[in-house]
């Protein structure tokens, strides 16, 4: 299944929040995160999503995400409600609808890095239907770590790298399953500022030419006025900044 | 995809899996073994039992026997006919043996067959177990090659070897018998110690018969009745004395007992009566073997002795074939005792030792006459024209066309023979020896339920490793889950992995186990080297090689059960991988 039947490319908003509520348990008390989050994301948009640290960002994500359920509230892609989908389904949305770029990059650390790139694809795809379509599904893998400025270090363990390259290729790994929604959580956070600038151009093109929706996290105010629009998220809401920069809500 | 990759991973990584995977294979291997060469042991012992024993054994319940061996003969051939191949007599009672050794006499408790040489060949095959048709080797040196070929049937004769220690052993006899005469004690040797005497009850009793048989045994006037007791009651006489002279064990009348030895042909004591021992002799001639002719079990005359000087342990055997020994046994009808001389023919060693501690078989027609269970026709010539089918006999053997109708054809015997005959056990032979293939099969039960539980053991191993393994994992497990990974897939990897542990841990086991199987001998060949003592011994376990018997079907089950066992114990864990919450696992350090 390459395109989830739930998708209709009529509806303008690409991916909706609707009164998301989350709260974690400690003990006895809940500590609330998000209370009433509301966020719409039109196709083809780079949203960047500012905040204290500890205020929700990456519990945002992870919901939009379908990595968690919300205690209230919906999450809408295309016009359709995907929070409350079969277990099956959302795997398959986050294989494929879904790029992922984790705080902590998160890369499997006994892999090596073409086949950390490679893993959405080989989740993907069956084992035969893989092997069939090994060779090109690898050129497909070294271009994108040619893109991200990695090509010389495919057979490396993660453990060999260094946090900017680990970062970078979490960047490929989300990228290489041409996913339609892209959440990048501190996306540039170890990269100097030269390399987070290649970064963002490199989000940049594909935001322009593949239309791909971005929403990324991130706390340097330089890279987050490079977005289309920025949101501030604080005691659990959204706050609406740069509001010239907001385009048809 | 990914699943085959990061088990594979994982196993390649994961070295300490493996740890907890050599348990397996040696609880594998061990089960392997362990049942390959009680499996070796029990068919081999299965052959050694059939060879005394026949399918199928119809036994009167009393000592007696049946009178009427036609009349039973004929119901079995109705009742079952078809499915037997072939059916012989045989007298089975208690007895005792005894010769002289050494200077001493050496009494043996036996059971004493009758059997029909011909019949018995047909039932089991027993003839290949003669020691006369057998190697002996010891410590891989051959002793003595075959003196018989193993195939041939058995027959009463005596190979060259014990014809000429018979003649050796006469002779030396007869020289012992003159040299005690002349220098010997010179008491009278006819009359031992009355208090001695009357400690053998029957020996009054037949006194008086015996004397007059000696004066003419081959009276032909003489009734029946008094002939038949005259052919054994002779010896009997004798063996009473000798009993009496071998008990008093001073040494006063040990002269009187190589008299005793002397008389092959069955009651002439030369030094009564010289004249009439001549007479005979001039009829018979003493080398010849008596009518009377026995197979011995080995373990009965023979005993292992270690030579201290060369430390090697060889068999002693305190009777040639040959050789006469005296038979004690009991007569039909009233509990008197029968006594008669035999000769040697062949030692018997089937590897069972209950056998061959304790069997010694008979020409049938002898024993029934000795135990009155059979009279001859012509009184003038008792060991002529004897048809055992005229006597009694206590058992018939029977060989089945397939032994698998055994159930059937015990049970149309059991309720179909005709109870004018006698009552009758009818058994197979594996219900005769039921508690011990029993006990062999339990013993190899109870020893697989231990060795299995070794396997389980090495399962919770996994259980544990896997466990582990998930712990260790849960980011990762996270990752995959991230990306898109199914619970079903996740779960996968974790019991592919138990699988693969599995099939590796088993295949190395099979191949170890088959392995020592194959070479288990030199195993113990090198185990006694280098423990300096004999860790398999022949000589108690009767054979010269440890027997295995590895049968396909149970290497497939165990190895099946170590596969499974493994799976089993991965299931658990893999369950756990597969329900971890996507988050929850990213956000663990
Ligand atoms: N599993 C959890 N259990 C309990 N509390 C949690 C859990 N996950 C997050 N929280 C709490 O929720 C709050 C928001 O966490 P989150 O990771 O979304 O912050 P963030 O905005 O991404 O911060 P940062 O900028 O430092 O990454 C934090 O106060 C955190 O303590
Ligand atoms: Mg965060």
Same mark, same amino acid.
């Given at each position: ?127 035969? !239907?893989?092997?069939? +379509?090994? &060779? /090109?599904?690898?050129? #497909?893998?070294?271009?994108? %770590?040619? @893109? ?79 977005? !289309?629009?920025?949101? +501030?998220? &604080? /005691?659990?809401?959204? #706050?609406?900044?740069?509001? %010239?920069? @907001?385009?048809?809500? | ?589």
């Amino acid at each position: 299944m390459s395109q989830p039947s739930v998708i209709s490319m009529n509806e303008p908003v690409h991916l909706r929040a609707k009164a998301l509520d989350k709260s974690y348990r400690k003990g006895e008390h809940k500590v609330p995160v998000l209370r009433g989050v509301d966020v719409k994301v039109n196709r083809g948009e780079f949203l960047s999503i500012v905040g204290q640290s500890g205020s929700g960002k990456s519990t945002l994500m992870h919901l939009l995400g379908l990595l968690d359920v919300p205690d209230v509230g919906e999450v809408w892609l295309e016009g359709t409600r995907i929070d409350n989908l079969p277990e099956r389904t959302r795997d398959e949305l986050r294989n494929n609808v879904f790029g992922f770029v984790f705080q902590f990059y998160h890369l499997l650390p006994e892999l090596s890095l073409l086949e950390n790139i490679l893993s959405p694809l080989m989740i993907r795809y069956s084992i035969w !239907e893989y092997l069939r +379509r090994k &060779s /090109e599904l690898k050129e #497909q893998a070294v271009e994108i %770590a040619k @893109q991200v400025g990695l090509d010389h270090r495919l057979r490396h363990r993660p453990s060999e790298l260094s946090g900017g390259e680990m970062q970078r290729a979490a960047i490929a790994r989300a990228l290489i399953a041409r996913p339609n929604v892209l959440l990048a959580d501190e996306p540039t956070g170890n990269l100097d500022s030269r390399t987070g600038g290649d970064i963002m151009e490199l989000l940049h093109k594909l935001n322009e030419e593949q239309q791909l929706t971005i929403l990324m996290v991130t706390h340097d105010d330089n890279i987050a006025r490079q977005a !289309e629009r920025i949101v +501030r998220l &604080s /005691e659990g809401r959204i #706050q609406s900044l740069n509001e %010239a920069a @907001q385009g048809v809500a | 995809m990914y699943k085959f990759l990061i088990a594979n991973r994982y196993l390649r990584t994961r070295l300490i899996a493996l740890a907890s995977i050599i348990s397996v294979t040696l609880g594998v291997a061990t089960m392997i073994v362990v049942n390959s060469v009680m499996s070796g042991f029990s068919s081999q012992m299965k052959d050694r039992i059939h060879a005394i024993l026949a399918d199928v054994m119809i036994e009167t319940t009393n000592t007696d026997g049946t009178p009427d061996p036609r009349q039973l003969m004929a119901d079995v051939e109705r009742l079952v006919g078809a499915e037997v191949e072939f059916m012989t007599p045989t007298v089975e009672i208690y007895g005792m043996i005894s010769f002289d050794w050494g200077g001493q006499t050496v009494y043996r408790p036996v059971t004493l067959i009758g059997i029909d040489p011909n019949g018995k060949n047909h039932v089991s095959p027993f003839a290949g177990h003669m020691m006369s048709r057998q190697k002996i080797i010891l410590d891989d040196e051959l002793i003595r090659g075959r003196l018989r070929d193993p195939n041939e049937p058995l027959d009463w004769e005596l190979t060259d070897d014990a014809r000429a220690t018979r003649k050796d052993w006469i002779e030396f006899e007869n020289f012992r018998d003159q040299f005690d005469n002349q220098y010997g004690n010179f008491e009278s040797p006819v009359s031992a110690p009355p208090e001695l005497l009357s400690g053998v009850e029957a020996a009054p009793a037949i006194e008086p018969v015996s004397s007059f048989s000696l004066a003419d045994p081959f009276d032909d006037g003489s009734s029946p009745e008094i002939q038949q007791v005259s052919g054994s009651s002779v010896d009997g006489s004798q063996e009473n004395d000798s009993t009496a002279n071998g008990s008093s064990a001073n040494g006063s009348s040990i002269s009187h007992e190589r008299h005793e030895r002397l008389d092959g042909t069955g009651g002439i004591q030369s030094f009564r009566d010289p004249f009439e021992s001549t007479r005979i002799a001039e009829q018979i001639n003493p080398m010849d073997p008596l009518p009377a002719r026995i197979y011995v079990g080995a373990g009965l005359v023979s005993f292992p002795y270690k030579d201290k000087a060369t430390g090697k342990t060889k068999m002693i055997y305190m009777v040639k074939p040959g050789q006469d020994v005296t038979l004690t046994t009991i007569k039909t009808g009233k509990p008197e005792p029968a006594s008669f001389k035999a000769t040697v023919v062949d030692f018997f060693k089937s590897g069972m030792s209950e056998y061959d501690s304790n069997l010694v078989f008979c020409n049938l027609e002898q024993l029934q006459l000795a135990r009155g269970m059979l009279f001859s026709p012509d009184p003038s010539r008792p060991n002529e024209g004897l048809d055992w089918r005229d006597g009694a006999v206590t058992s018939l053997q029977l060989k089945l066309k397939n032994y698998n109708s055994a159930g059937d054809v015990v049970r149309k015997l059991r309720s179909g023979l005709s109870p004018h005959t006698g009552t009758f056990q009818v058994l197979t032979w594996e219900q005769k020896q039921g508690p011990l293939l029993e006990a062999v099969a339990m013993e190899s039960a109870i020893l697989n339920v231990l060795l299995f539980l070794i396997i389980t053991v090495a399962g919770f191993g996994i259980l544990a490793i896997f466990f582990m393994i998930v712990v260790e994992k849960t980011r990762d497990i996270g990752i995959l889950k991230a990306l898109g990974a199914s619970s079903r897939g996740v779960m996968f990897i974790f019991l592919s992995y138990g699988l693969s542990l599995g099939i590796v841990g088993s295949g190395v086991g099979v191949v170890l186990g088959l392995l020592f199987v194959r070479y288990i001998n030199q195993v113990e060949a090198f185990l006694s080297w280098f423990t300096g003592r004999k860790v398999f011994d022949e000589t108690i376990y009767y054979f010269r090689e440890i027997p295995t018997l590895v049968s396909p079907m149970m290497v497939f089950w165990v190895a099946l059960g170590a596969i499974v066992i493994a799976v089993l114990a991965s299931v658990l864990p893999a369950r756990r991988a597969a329900r971890l919450h996507p988050v929850q696992a990213l956000r663990y350090e």
